[in-house]
């Protein structure tokens, strides 16, 4: 919500929340979010001049993360994790059920970095949070979910026109560290990251299309001299069959908007296993791919006013392929043992691997006021669920999947330099980790306030 517009732009934010039963929250970059009460400050700065932009900011926050019943499974190599790393997948995902048994609380670089533009091109480096993809809850290759990571990168500072079509490139080259919850290995706690993101706008009279091609790459560091290839492996990841010790995913995002009807339409698609030829890629095309589809609908009131219908659904759960050739689950990599995550949490949709959501919202905004009513169905790793129960053959697991149903309301109200909001939602976890008619209620409160200057 805070302007990016301004020449000379400080800025400061302050968020308190609090959760019942368990950890909860989602797109809120280095902030966790743990059960009792949870608070977040940060601050920054940013300015421009001539070609240069220069931005400072930094992030605190702190949780009381008081504890909660841990999962019930662990791995056959529970000796060499942590107690608190998920239980669910062994060695192949860095994603804390908990940090740490007291309370948690860390400062973060936040909007920090250094950029030069001239002309189409720019360049920068440092720490900036970014979000690809037109998905309003979960963005399948980059989201806002975990802290912005240090990368170096490229980019056109504005479109590139030929007509009515507009291009976009993107390429980038990054670090990502392990949680502190985790594995007991100090020798693979960072890894390398490079991504390139191509787009093109084709502008009609009435209506947008976009589409956008995706290709991000990681592995275990191995030293400064992979960073000058590592957008090679980036660019040539879709074509080859075998990615070790380099892994990712790569796709695409379409995007269609009518903007005098105030409809638009939008799809996300990922693929993070790799196909031994064109033959294997035609009969198992469905193989280690995820989706986001959604939908948006706008009515213009005849007093100042917006109503928003937005439905959005996301499914990162394994295809049928999976009985009768094993895959990998979505962000997740045995060579990679952290998998798409930075510092424990998850870089693209915040649901995680094997899971799937389902999420609808009411909106009215009215003179700098906002209404939001909203409800959401996620259910938790569906591909562990199956893999536990399957071999049973019970004919009651199939009330068995971990499954959160959440109703929310969300109220804000916006000015020229100030924005405040609050949001509250009740949810109810069904059948948790796994076991039938075990429901934990968690009720989530939470306030923002936001307060910018233009210099």
Same mark, same amino acid.
């Given at each position: 919500m805070i ?11 302050n968020?308190l ?8 929250g ?5 902030w ?13 700065m940013?300015?421009?001049r ?8 930094l ?6 993360n008081? @504890? &909660?019943p841990l999962s019930? $499974?662990?791995?056959?190599?529970a000796?060499?994790?942590?107690l ?6 062994e060695?192949?995902?860095?994603w ?13 670089? @936040?909007?920090? %970095? +250094?950029r $030069? ?9 440092? &720490?900036?949070?970014?979000?690809i ?9 980059? =989201? ?5 990571y240090?990368?170096?990168?490229g980019?056109t500072a504005?479109?590139?026109s030929?007509?009515?079509l #507009? ?12 949680s502190?919850? %985790?594995?007991?290995?100090p020798?693979?706690d960072r890894r ?10 084709l502008?009609?009279?009435?209506q947008?299309?976009t589409?956008?091609l995706? @290709?991000?790459?990681?592995r ?5 001299e992979e960073?000058?290839?590592?957008p +090679?492996?980036?660019?040539?990841l879709p074509l ?7 892994t990712?995913?790569?796709?695409f $995002?379409?995007?269609?908007?009518l ?12 693929r993070?296993e790799?196909?031994?030829? +064109? ?6 095309w ?13 009515w ?6 917006t109503?928003?219908?937005?439905? /959005?659904?996301?499914?990162? /759960? ?6 009768v ?14 998998? %798409? ?12 691997p ?20 909203w409800?959401?169905?996620?259910a938790?790793?569906n591909? #562990? $669920? %199956? ?16 499954? /959160? ?9 916006? =000015?020229?330099?100030?924005a405040? =909001?609050?949001?509250f ?5 069904y059948?948790r ?7 934990v ?7 923002r306030?936001?307060r910018?200057?233009?210099?």
């Amino acid at each position: 919500m805070i302007p990016d517009t301004a020449r000379v732009l400080l800025y400061l934010e302050n968020a308190l929340s609090y959760n019942t039963a368990r950890p909860s929250g989602e797109n809120d970059g280095s902030w966790w979010q743990g059960r009792g009460w949870n608070g977040l400050f940060r601050f920054g700065m940013r300015r421009e001049r001539g070609p240069w932009t220069v931005a400072v900011g930094l992030e605190g926050w702190r949780s009381e993360n008081r @504890s &909660f019943p841990l999962s019930p $499974f662990r791995g056959a190599d529970a000796q060499d994790r942590s107690l608190y790393a998920y239980p669910l997948r062994e060695r192949v995902l860095d994603w804390p059920q908990r940090w740490g048994d007291r309370g948690a609380g860390g400062w973060y670089a @936040s909007e920090t %970095y +250094l950029r $030069f533009s001239r002309g189409h091109l720019a360049i920068g480096a440092g &720490f900036r949070s970014r979000w690809i993809g037109p998905g309003r809850l979960n963005a399948l290759f980059w =989201s806002t979910h975990a802290p912005a990571y240090p990368h170096l990168w490229g980019e056109t500072a504005r479109p590139l026109s030929a007509g009515s079509l #507009r291009l976009e490139v993107l390429g980038w080259v990054g670090q990502l560290r392990e949680s502190r919850f %985790y594995d007991v290995n100090p020798r693979n706690d960072r890894r390398l990251i490079s991504g390139l993101l191509g787009q093109a706008h084709l502008l009609a009279r009435d209506q947008v299309l976009t589409l956008g091609l995706v @290709s991000i790459a990681y592995r275990t560091w191995a030293g400064a001299e992979e960073v000058a290839g590592a957008p +090679l492996h980036a660019l040539s990841l879709p074509l080859r069959s075998r990615w070790a010790p380099w892994t990712g995913l790569y796709g695409f $995002f379409l995007r269609w908007r009518l903007p005098e009807d105030g409809a638009e339409c939008y799809l996300e698609w990922a693929r993070n296993e790799p196909a031994e030829n +064109l033959r294997d890629w035609l009969t198992y095309w469905v193989r280690g791919t995820a989706f986001t589809l959604g939908v948006e609908k706008q009515w213009v009131l005849r007093n100042p006013g917006t109503i928003y219908l937005r439905m /959005e659904l996301t499914r990162l /759960e394994s295809a049928k392929t999976d009985l009768v050739r094993p895959q990998k689950a979505f962000y997740t990599d045995s060579v990679v043992v952290q998998g %798409y995550t930075h510092r424990g949490q998850a870089l693209g949709a915040w649901i995680g691997p094997g899971s799937n959501s389902q999420w609808a919202q009411l909106r009215l905004e009215r003179r700098g006021a906002n209404v939001s009513l909203w409800v959401l169905r996620w259910a938790i790793d569906n591909d #562990r $669920f %199956y893999r536990i129960h399957a071999p049973e053959r019970n004919p009651t697991h199939f009330q068995k999947h971990e499954t /959160e149903l959440r109703v929310g309301l969300e109220v804000g109200w916006r =000015s020229r330099f100030w924005a405040v =909001s609050a949001i509250f939602w009740h949810a109810v976890l069904y059948n948790r980790y796994y076991r039938l008619r075990e429901e934990v209620p968690n009720r989530y409160v939470g306030v923002r306030l936001m307060r910018w200057w233009r210099l």
